[in-house]
């Protein structure tokens, strides 16, 4: 079969990576890709921001399943465009991928299905928003509704805090996906992510990871995209995961099938471990990146083969997915100046020193200048480890790293510093 993978990051990287090992396999294309996916996939030059071309392509090439890996062609309604042609696709559609696509429309969902998440009001207006403040002490939590690309969301520490990133919402700081905001009560606890493999029906765990949001060491300055990640996250122990499962992601899945909008693909459950359970930060509509990374370093079996009966509506008559035992951790090196403009054009090597270690690299900002690998993004390489414990697949990891030439590069240098220190 000939597949169609949409993207560019270190998350579809390690997609094509898994998908080049499936036996189901005749060709895999990768729109539009980057260096890294080369060795496993025909990159081609296709605008996944144009629907009609990514239909046509896959029309024209004969390709059986279109792997959708950004959220954006999600939310626009590729999936069902794709659906309509007869092809096949792993991604929800544009009404189940409201789930990412709009925080309201997600608290909402919660509050009537009585799944445990923070408090919360949605608002149109700045001056109803304003009022509403004093309801939910701080710090106050004020989201943008709509894609935001990570930055939509303020921790406001002090009411002027608040009244400012309400104020710039509806200003436009985020475009259209401020039209509207979302007020949330500031939660306690641990983060962890847990991710679910559904085709509306069925539901099936797909693993657990720990990401690192901040760019610097300790969790400390301005938030990310991901600087780095391991899976599972013990923290997310198997009585918290049944619990999330039975109490959010499931109850999630039933009430999209019921209301007529059945939810098919990865869904990504952001969770905070509060004192009284689990409760869900936020759904994506897709794999995490950098949280692919670390779970494709884990995951048995053929990816195509479980994608496939998502896509085909019959996960049931497939085996759990499973994932070896051990832990995998990635840490991601950036371009400096990354998460404000990051430097282009930095040169890159060391990528096979550094995997002779054992390590995995998947690139994801890289770009080929006149025959040599350069940096071309923020996020740039996952330097990609596995070990029996946390601590050990770090070392693996930062040996790795370490062997990599990537002077306007940089790194975090405690990936996993939460779990190391349980560990002792
Ligand atoms: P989101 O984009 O919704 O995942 O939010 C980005 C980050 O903001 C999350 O990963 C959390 O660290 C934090 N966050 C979001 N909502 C809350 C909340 N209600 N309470 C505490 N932290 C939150
Ligand atoms: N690493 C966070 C995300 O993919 O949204």
Same mark, same amino acid.
């Given at each position: 079969m000939n597949v169609l993978l949409l993207g560019s990051g270190g998350r579809e990287h390690a997609l094509a990576w898994k998908l080049a090992q499936s036996r189901r396999l005749t060709k895999l294309y990768a729109a539009p890709g980057n260096p890294g996916i080369a060795a496993h996939a025909e990159c081609v030059?296709?605008? !996944?921001? !144009?629907l009609d071309a990514v239909v046509a392509f896959a029309r024209d090439h004969d390709v059986g399943l279109v792997v959708v890996g950004p959220e954006q062609p999600l939310v626009d309604g590729l999936t069902d465009l794709l659906i309509a042609e007869g092809i096949l696709v792993f991604g929800p559609t544009a009404a189940a991928a409201r789930l990412e696509g709009s925080k309201g429309f997600t608290k909402d969902l919660c509050a009537r299905e009585g799944i445990p998440t923070a408090a919360y009001g949605r608002f149109a207006d700045a001056g109803a928003a304003r009022a509403a403040l004093p309801g939910f002490g701080l710090p106050v939590v004020i989201k943008a509704d709509g894609l935001a690309a990570g930055k939509g969301v303020v921790i406001a520490e002090t009411p002027a805090q608040a009244e400012a990133a309400i104020a710039g919402m509806f200003a436009g700081a985020h475009g259209g996906a401020g039209a509207e905001v979302v007020i949330e009560a500031f939660l306690q606890g641990e983060e962890a992510s847990l991710f679910a493999l559904t085709d509306g029906e069925t539901v099936v765990p797909f693993g657990s990871a720990q990401d690192h949001k901040?760019? &610097?060491? &300790?969790?400390?300055g301005p938030n990310t995209g991901g600087m780095g990640a391991y899976s599972p996250a013990p923290v997310l122990t198997a009585a918290l995961q049944a619990r999330a499962m039975a109490e959010i992601v499931v109850p999630t899945v039933r009430a999209m099938a019921a209301a007529g909008t059945p939810y098919a693909g990865i869904l990504y459950a952001g969770l905070m471990l509060t004192a009284d359970g689990p409760e869900l930060i936020e759904y994506n509509a897709r794999f995490g990146d950098p949280e692919a990374q670390v779970l494709m370093m884990r995951l048995e079996g053929d990816l195509l083969d479980l994608l496939l009966a998502v896509a085909e509506r019959r996960l049931a008559s497939l085996p759990s997915p499973a994932f070896a035992a051990h832990t995998a951790l990635t840490v991601v090196m950036a371009a400096r100046g990354y998460p404000g403009t990051p430097e282009k054009g930095g040169a890159i090597g060391g990528i096979a020193a550094a995997e002779a270690t054992g390590a995995r690299i998947f690139q994801a900002g890289t770009a080929m200048r006149h025959g040599a690998l350069v940096a071309s993004g923020g996020r740039v390489l996952n330097v990609t480890a596995t070990g029996a414990t946390v601590a050990a697949a770090q070392a693996a990891a930062y040996r790795a790293v370490d062997r990599i030439d990537f002077p306007t590069g940089f790194c975090r240098r405690d990936i996993g510093w939460r779990e190391i220190a349980r560990e002792g």
């Open positions: 030059a296709l605008d !996944h921001g !144009h901040r760019v &610097g060491d &300790g969790d400390t």
